[in-house]
């Protein structure tokens, strides 16, 4: 069972990061209002943003340690990002996306072995279709599931998603939603989810990390949070389900 | 009643007759002038204007090339004063200039910067040059600097005047740029009129033997188109006067044919 | 039956102004092609200032070009990726030449690379001469052209998202691959843009190119300069000239900004 730990204090720009959480591979869900810093957390983690104060490690793997001089840089996390609106490259095709990881640098592996190794994933995701497809050519839930398979195609320690269901229209939402949360157990390893809807929590069957300017104010399952609701936003947040 | 109308129809007529000023109107003469005498002109300008209060001038200058070509063009200029003769005449044959006659003249020298660094003080050493400026061939100035190399070449040689050419590092559109460039210093030599290696105190002088120089001849005329033939006429009457040529005289200009 | 939407007098105004500019701009093109007989361009063609100055109209902003995105790509990344106060800085000055008459830059280009400037002699002294050589060309090019190119470099690869470079980066990119193998193509059009800017810009310089460079047939005298000393010959030479130097502008703007249409066309780049 892997555990992992993420505390960062930091200035950016003029917002205050203070939080500390930590978990194992049952998803987390990390909800708050708009500014408290979610997208800002997850960006520290995948160590996007400098930090003046960290400590990041998964499994057995220090990421971050600012007190002991550690710093991995982002390349070398192991970490799968997927943020809102997906970010997927307009410029490749599907399968030059899924591709991206295994041609570079570390993971750099021959063009045929990436193309079996993102084949093979695009398949496990029902992409296998869409492989030639460009990106504008790609529905909301098809680009989803395309910025998954390019996050898992390096076997990451952690995944990262950024309201990964945000961009859909509520019918898809419900199958998208299904699919994650099966891939997801699937997948096995720590992941953490910005959502703003309960319902992917229920999904997820995931614990709840509340922020609030930057601060982590409350930590637990759906059921401790109906009980007892730290603040409004939280107490609005359970009671829609 | 018939009177009347007939004496106010006499006074309108009349008055359209007297002129196409009404009193105190001032007007401005238009003179396009080579830019070799651009340190004369103001001098001469200004003693016209004390003459005739009524009567502002207003002169542009460039090479002698650039504004035929701008009176060629239809530009609203009333007189033209070129650095040669080949210019005007081009422009009175295409009926664009009615009166001209000469003006003023001078000599060419040649020029270099007060630091000589190429060491030339005499105008055989004119190969001695790594950058010589001179002016295009269509401006005045260039088509006279090559007929000092031509002359030049039969006396010191086809060698000489091809050395020379071989220096030759740009050529500029008017005799002020080709001075402008020696100024700098980034020429070693230039060969300008005599008149404007004077008026500049940044310029050594290095003169041309005789043999060699040409007379380079000033033009004046008044334009085909000008509206204001009688003063333009009036101000070509007044360079060729006393006053104007000691004027003249004082930049180093010689009279006209001398 | 339909029911048009009545159309406002604005939109009337707002073509009638388009129009005026839109005309303004192509008539005196239209005007200089009309004017000249089939034997005035041939002749024109066979005229010995013509081409040598077009071949070195095009050698030299070919390199000034290449010598501008080489130099100024990278920068204009770091002024589009950099928060920092010097980055804005830099942004200003990159700009000076644009705001700057070419004949103060010549004269500016003069006063630094002369016999008597601040580095002309420094660089006398191991050989290397700029004014009145075709590299003085080159250099007056790169000045006045290049903050076009950076400045619409920048802009380009300011709308990169950043959350691609995030994601490339996780993916195991280093920094480099990822301004190489992401940004850059995405950017690539906007970049094209400002190089067909900053081509056509240096195509058309003139001033501080006769003041820094000098006018020499076959060794600093460029289109523009022909063009001007051709006036000074016969006018419908110029004309030649000035039409001639046109239709290459035209064409080597279509040629870029058709370049990204014609790599959808073949296919994608390998990895």
């Known amino acids: 069972m892997t555990t992992w730990h993420v505390s960062v204090a930091t200035r950016v720009g003029g917002f205050e990061l203070d939080l500390a959480m930590d978990g194992d591979t049952t998803p987390v869900a990390l909800i708050g209002p708009n500014g408290s810093g979610k997208t800002t957390a997850l960006r520290a983690i995948a160590g996007a943003i400098d930090v003046e104060n960290a400590h990041i490690h998964v499994g057995d793997r220090e990421l971050e340690h600012t007190e002991a001089g550690i710093h991995v840089p982002m390349e070398h996390r192991r970490i799968g990002y997927v943020p809102q609106g997906y970010g997927l490259f307009p410029h490749l095709t599907v399968q030059e996306n899924v591709e991206f990881g295994l041609a570079y640098g570390p993971y750099h592996h021959s063009s045929t072995d990436r193309r079996a190794h993102a084949s093979k994933l695009l398949s496990e995701l029902g992409c296998a279709s869409l492989s030639a497809r460009r990106i504008d050519r790609l529905s909301g839930g098809e680009k989803q599931r395309v910025a998954l398979a390019r996050a898992l195609v390096l076997d990451p320690d952690l995944l990262l998603m950024d309201e990964p269901l945000a961009a859909l229209d509520a019918t898809r939402r419900r199958a998208v939603r299904r699919f994650l949360a099966d891939r997801l157990e699937a997948f096995g390893r720590p992941s953490i989810l910005v959502t703003h809807d309960v319902r992917d929590v229920i999904a997820l069957e995931a614990t709840v990390v509340a922020l609030d300017s930057g601060r982590v104010i409350q930590r637990g399952s759906l059921d401790e949070l109906r009980r007892s609701p730290a603040n409004d936003f939280i107490a609005e947040f359970v009671g829609a389900a | 009643m018939r009177m009347a109308a007939a004496a106010s129809l006499l006074l309108l007529l009349t008055a359209g007759c007297s002129g196409t000023r009404e009193e105190n109107e001032r007007m401005t003469l238009s003179v396009f002038a080579a830019s070799s005498l651009t340190d004369v002109m103001p001098d001469l300008v200004e003693v016209f204007q004390g003459a005739h209060p009524d009567v502002d001038v207003a002169v542009t200058f460039a090479?002698?090339?650039?504004?035929?070509?701008?009176i060629e063009q239809g530009a609203s200029a009333d007189v033209f004063a070129s650095a040669n003769e080949a210019h005007m005449r081009a422009l009175e044959d295409a009926g664009h200039v009615i009166r001209s006659r000469a003006l003023a003249a001078t000599d060419l020298v040649v020029v270099v910067p007060l630091a000589n660094g190429a060491a030339i003080e005499r105008f055989d050493q004119l190969a001695q040059a790594t950058r010589i400026v001179v002016g295009t061939p269509f401006v005045p100035i260039g088509a006279y600097a090559d007929t000092v190399l031509s002359k030049a070449s039969a006396v010191l040689g086809e060698d000489f005047a091809a050395d020379v050419r071989d220096r030759i590092a740009s050529m500029e559109s008017n005799v002020r740029l080709v001075r402008?460039?020696?100024?700098?210093?980034?020429?070693?030599?230039?060969?300008?009129?005599?008149?404007?290696?004077?008026?500049?105190?940044?310029?050594?002088l290095v003169p041309i033997p005789d043999a060699f120089n040409v007379q380079a001849q000033f033009w004046v005329g008044v334009t085909m188109s000008s509206p204001r033939g009688d003063e333009a006429g009036r101000f070509l009457d007044?360079?060729?006067?006393?006053p104007a040529r000691e004027i003249f005289r004082a930049h180093g200009f010689r009279s006209a044919g001398s | 039956m339909t029911h048009r939407a009545h159309r406002s007098p604005m939109v009337g105004m707002g073509v009638l102004f388009g129009a005026t500019l839109v005309g303004l701009l192509v008539l005196p093109f239209a005007a200089l092609a009309v004017s000249t007989p089939l034997t005035d361009l041939r002749a024109g063609a066979g005229h010995?200032?013509?081409?040598?100055?077009?071949?070195?109209?095009?050698?030299?902003t070919l390199t000034s070009l290449s010598i501008t995105v080489v130099l100024g790509t990278p920068l204009a990344w770091w002024l589009a990726s950099s928060r920092s106060r010097t980055a804005?800085?830099?942004?200003?000055?990159?700009?000076?030449?644009?705001?700057?008459?070419?004949?103060v830059v010549g004269v500016a280009l003069l006063e630094t690379f002369g016999r008597r400037g601040l580095v002309g002699p420094l660089l006398e002294a191991v050989g290397i001469t700029v004014p009145f050589t075709g590299g003085a060309v080159v250099v007056a090019q790169v000045v006045v052209s290049s903050p076009f190119f950076v400045q619409a470099a920048a802009n380009a690869f300011r709308k990169v998202e950043p959350d691609m470079l995030i994601v490339a980066r996780t993916l195991g990119a280093s920094p480099t691959a990822a301004f190489a193998r992401v940004a850059l193509p995405i950017a690539l059009p906007g970049l094209l843009v400002g190089a067909s800017l900053a081509w056509a810009r240096a195509l058309g310089e003139f001033g501080a190119t006769l003041l820094f460079a000098g006018n020499m047939p076959g060794r600093t005298q460029t289109m523009p300069l022909a063009i001007f000393s051709a006036l000074e010959a016969d006018v419908r030479l110029a004309i030649v000239f000035s039409l001639v130097l046109a239709a290459v502008g035209v064409v080597l703007l279509v040629a870029i900004r058709f370049v990204p249409v014609l790599r959808q066309f073949q296919g994608r780049d390998a990895l």
Do not use: C, H
Request: hydrophobic share 50%.
């Open chain 2, 63 to 70: 090479g002698s090339q650039v504004l035929r070509f701008q």
């Open chain 2, 180 to 204: 402008a460039k020696v100024e700098l210093g980034e020429a070693d030599a230039a060969l300008v009129y005599r008149t404007d290696a004077m008026n500049s105190d940044r310029v050594g």
């Open chain 2, 238 to 242: 007044f360079l060729s006067s006393p």
């Open chain 3, 48 to 60: 010995p200032l013509f081409a040598p100055a077009l071949w070195l109209s095009l050698r030299t």
């Open chain 3, 88 to 103: 804005r800085v830099t942004e200003v000055l990159i700009d000076l030449p644009i705001v700057i008459p070419p004949a």
